[in-house]
C-alpha cells in the first residue's frame, strides 16, 4: 500500500469526510471527455481502448478539465470495461454505441472460463496515477470501477441495453450462475480498485450505473452483496468511497448499507430527501439534471442555486456534507464555457 498524500485543505475531501470544507466542492462526471475540444483533438488520432491504455494520454485527459474548470476534483480518465479488457474479454468500445462484448456470457459453463484481472495489463493505469499524483498539487484523484451488476449487464446483454432483459432473466432463473459471475466480476472490481489505490487515487466511486433497473427486494437479493464486499474489501485504506447509481431512488437506503461514505444522487431524487433515506454519517453528492447545462446561463444558474440550497437542508436533515455535481455525466454538446461559470458559480456560494 503506498503512502498517500495528505490533502488536508482539499474541500472535496473535506465534505466526503464529514469535515466542513472551506467552500462547496464541485466536479463532475464525465468532465474529462467530449465537452472538450482539447479531448476531442487528441481521441481523433486515438481510440478510446487506445487513450485508456497510455499512460501519457490518461494523464493528459484527466488534466484537461482540472486546468480548464478549476473542478475540486480530477476523475481518473478511464472506462468501467478496462478491468474486463486486462482479464483477457474480447471487448471494444463502439463510437455511438459503446461497449460491445465478442462472446457474452450466457452460461455457467461461460462464467467458468472467465479469468481474474492480468495485473502487468492495467500497469498503464497505475502508472498515470502516478504520474497524476504528482501532477495535481492540492487537487485530490479519484479512481473508479463499474460495479458488478454494471459489468454483469454488459456481459451478459453483449452491450448496451435498455431493458437488461437477459441479465435480469439469468439473475432470476439460474441465481447459482448468476452469483458465481457478481463473485468473479466483484473480485475483478476490488483488484482494479487495489490497483489504483496502491498508486496512489484519493477517493474512489463504483458506478453502478444500471443498478436502477432492479427493485428493492432483488437488489438486496442479487447485487448488495456482492457491492457490499467490494467496499469492505477496500475500507482498510481509509479515503473516501462513492457509491452511484442513475434511476437509484428506490434503492437509495440498500445503497447507503454497502459500506460507502459517500452516496451520489441523480437528479430525479432531492438531496433532502436522499438524506432521509440513506440515514446520517454519510455524504451526499450530486445532483443537477446534466440537460440543464444544455438550455443557457440563467437556467443553470437557477438550477445550481436550488442544488445548493438543497444541499444545505440535505446537510442540516443528517448528511456528513454535500458534493456538488450532476446527476450523471456531462452530455457531449456541453459549452465548456458554461462549465466553468457553473464552476464558479457554486465556489461563490
Same mark, same amino acid.
Given at each position: 500500500?503506498?503512502?498517500?498524500?495528505?490533502?488536508?485543505?482539499?474541500?472535496?475531501?473535506?465534505?466526503?469526510?464529514?469535515?466542513? @470544507?472551506?467552500?462547496? @466542492?464541485?466536479?463532475?462526471?464525465?468532465?474529462?471527455?467530449?465537452?472538450?475540444?482539447?479531448?476531442?483533438?487528441?481521441?481523433?488520432?486515438?481510440?478510446?481502448?487506445?487513450?485508456?491504455?497510455?499512460?501519457?494520454?490518461?494523464?493528459?485527459?484527466?488534466?484537461?478539465?482540472?486546468?480548464?474548470?478549476? #473542478?475540486?476534483?480530477?476523475?481518473?480518465?478511464?472506462?468501467?470495461?478496462?478491468?474486463?479488457?486486462?482479464?483477457?474479454?474480447?471487448?471494444? *468500445?463502439?463510437?455511438?454505441?459503446?461497449?460491445?462484448?465478442?462472446? @457474452?456470457?450466457?452460461?455457467?459453463?461461460?462464467?467458468?472460463?472467465?479469468?481474474?484481472?492480468?495485473?502487468?495489463?492495467?500497469?498503464?493505469?497505475?502508472?498515470?496515477?502516478?504520474?497524476?499524483?504528482?501532477?495535481?498539487?492540492? #487537487?485530490?484523484?479519484?479512481?473508479?470501477?463499474?460495479?458488478?451488476?454494471?459489468?454483469?449487464?454488459?456481459?451478459?446483454?453483449?452491450?448496451?441495453?435498455?431493458?437488461?432483459?437477459?441479465?435480469?432473466?439469468?439473475?432470476?432463473?439460474?441465481?447459482?450462475?448468476?452469483?458465481?459471475?457478481?463473485?468473479?466480476?466483484?473480485?475483478?472490481?476490488?483488484?482494479?480498485?487495489?490497483?489504483?489505490?496502491?498508486?496512489?487515487?484519493?477517493? *474512489?466511486?463504483?458506478?453502478?450505473?444500471?443498478?436502477?433497473?432492479?427493485?428493492?427486494?432483488?437488489?438486496?437479493?442479487?447485487?448488495?452483496?456482492?457491492?457490499?464486499?467490494?467496499?469492505?474489501?477496500?475500507? %482498510?485504506?481509509?479515503?473516501?468511497?462513492?457509491?452511484?447509481?442513475?434511476?437509484?431512488?428506490?434503492?437509495?437506503?440498500?445503497?447507503?448499507?454497502?459500506?460507502?461514505?459517500?452516496?451520489?444522487? %441523480?437528479?430525479?431524487?432531492?438531496?433532502?430527501?436522499?438524506?432521509?433515506?440513506?440515514?446520517?454519517?454519510?455524504?451526499?453528492?450530486?445532483?443537477? %439534471?446534466?440537460? #440543464?447545462?444544455?438550455?443557457?446561463?440563467?437556467?443553470?444558474?437557477?438550477?445550481?442555486?436550488?442544488?445548493?440550497?438543497?444541499?444545505?437542508?440535505?446537510?442540516?436533515?443528517?448528511?456528513?456534507?454535500?458534493?456538488?455535481?450532476?446527476?450523471?455525466?456531462?452530455?457531449? @454538446?456541453?459549452?465548456?464555457?458554461?462549465?466553468?461559470?457553473? #464552476?464558479?458559480?457554486?465556489?461563490?456560494?
Amino acid at each position: 500500500m503506498s503512502t498517500r498524500r495528505q490533502l488536508p485543505e482539499a474541500p472535496y475531501l473535506a465534505a466526503a469526510t464529514g469535515r466542513k @470544507p472551506s467552500r462547496i @466542492p464541485v466536479w463532475f462526471m464525465r468532465q474529462a471527455g467530449r465537452s472538450l475540444p482539447e479531448y476531442r483533438e487528441l481521441r481523433a488520432k486515438n481510440t478510446m481502448m487506445q487513450a485508456c491504455f497510455d499512460p501519457a494520454l490518461i494523464s493528459e485527459i484527466t488534466l484537461q478539465p482540472v486546468r480548464r474548470h478549476g #473542478v475540486d476534483a480530477a476523475i481518473l480518465f478511464s472506462d468501467i470495461v478496462v478491468p474486463m479488457r486486462a482479464a483477457g474479454i474480447g471487448l471494444d *468500445i463502439v463510437p455511438d454505441v459503446g461497449p460491445v462484448i465478442d462472446n @457474452p456470457v450466457r452460461t455457467a459453463a461461460d462464467v467458468a472460463a472467465l479469468k481474474g484481472l492480468e495485473l502487468q495489463r492495467v500497469s498503464a493505469v497505475s502508472d498515470a496515477v502516478s504520474m497524476l499524483v504528482g501532477e495535481l498539487g492540492e #487537487v485530490p484523484l479519484i479512481g473508479f470501477a463499474g460495479a458488478p451488476f454494471t459489468l454483469a449487464s454488459y456481459l451478459v446483454e453483449g452491450g448496451p441495453s435498455k431493458l437488461h432483459e437477459r441479465t435480469k432473466a439469468m439473475m432470476f432463473a439460474d441465481p447459482s450462475t448468476w452469483h458465481a459471475l457478481m463473485g468473479l466480476l466483484t473480485d475483478l472490481t476490488i483488484a482494479f480498485l487495489k490497483v489504483q489505490l496502491d498508486a496512489g487515487v484519493d477517493a *474512489i466511486q463504483v458506478f453502478d450505473s444500471w443498478a436502477g433497473t432492479l427493485s428493492l427486494a432483488d437488489y438486496r437479493t442479487h447485487v448488495l452483496p456482492h457491492s457490499s464486499r467490494v467496499f469492505a474489501a477496500l475500507a %482498510d485504506y481509509r479515503v473516501p468511497m462513492t457509491h452511484f447509481g442513475v434511476g437509484t431512488a428506490g434503492l437509495l437506503g440498500a445503497m447507503g448499507e454497502a459500506g460507502a461514505t459517500v452516496v451520489g444522487v %441523480d437528479w430525479r431524487t432531492s438531496l433532502a430527501d436522499a438524506a432521509q433515506r440513506v440515514g446520517p454519517k454519510l455524504a451526499l453528492q450530486g445532483n443537477l %439534471d446534466p440537460v #440543464v447545462l444544455l438550455a443557457g446561463w440563467p437556467v443553470v444558474e437557477q438550477a445550481a442555486r436550488a442544488v445548493v440550497d438543497d444541499g444545505r437542508l440535505a446537510v442540516d436533515a443528517g448528511a456528513a456534507g454535500h458534493i456538488f455535481n450532476l446527476g450523471h455525466g456531462v452530455l457531449p @454538446p456541453t459549452d465548456p464555457g458554461i462549465i466553468t461559470d457553473l #464552476v464558479a458559480l457554486v465556489h461563490s456560494l
